[in-house]
């Protein structure tokens, strides 16, 4: 009864290691053809999604900041009722700064750095304000353009967008 055991193993064995041998050079040459496949071209039409339609000016209430997960910024709202779209990426290293309520402040929970509520830099070692994004307000709505990030030394009046009222 060994002597037939045996091969019947050792051939199971053979039929399942070129079976697995197979798989991998099927995904292998899956791979390499989804590397040489050229990449789907955009129409300019399809940035669309990168500009976020983020609500009513009354929606945001003096001194706050609101977080915008899917865009990837937060928009600052400022006291004086100014606007600011800014990233959530340190400009230290690169990590995903939150902000924290009580402190009134960005903190990268990565290397410590520290920034205001304008993305300024509060605490180093990040080398630069927070980078910020474009923003427009039309009908009173407010809208954050994510595909050109805006790099930044330090806050600066003039990045402040305002809400113009009507006369």
Known sequence: MK???APN??????IFWIILGGVAVAEFVAVAFA?????KSKTPGENTDLIFTAGAV????PNSVTAFVRGKFYLARLEDGGFLAISRTC??????VPWMEKEMKFACPCHGSAFDITGNVLEAPAPRALDIYPITIENRIVKVDTRNP???????VEQVVYHKKKA
């Open 58 to 61: 009354e929606r945001f209430r």
């Open 9 to 14: 193993r050792r051939r199971f064995l053979n």
């Open 150 to 156: 805006i790099k930044r030394s330090a806050f600066q």
């Open 35 to 39: 590397f040489l496949r050229p990449a």
């Open 91 to 96: 400009t230290h290293l690169g990590c995903s």
């Open 3 to 5: 002597s037939e055991a």
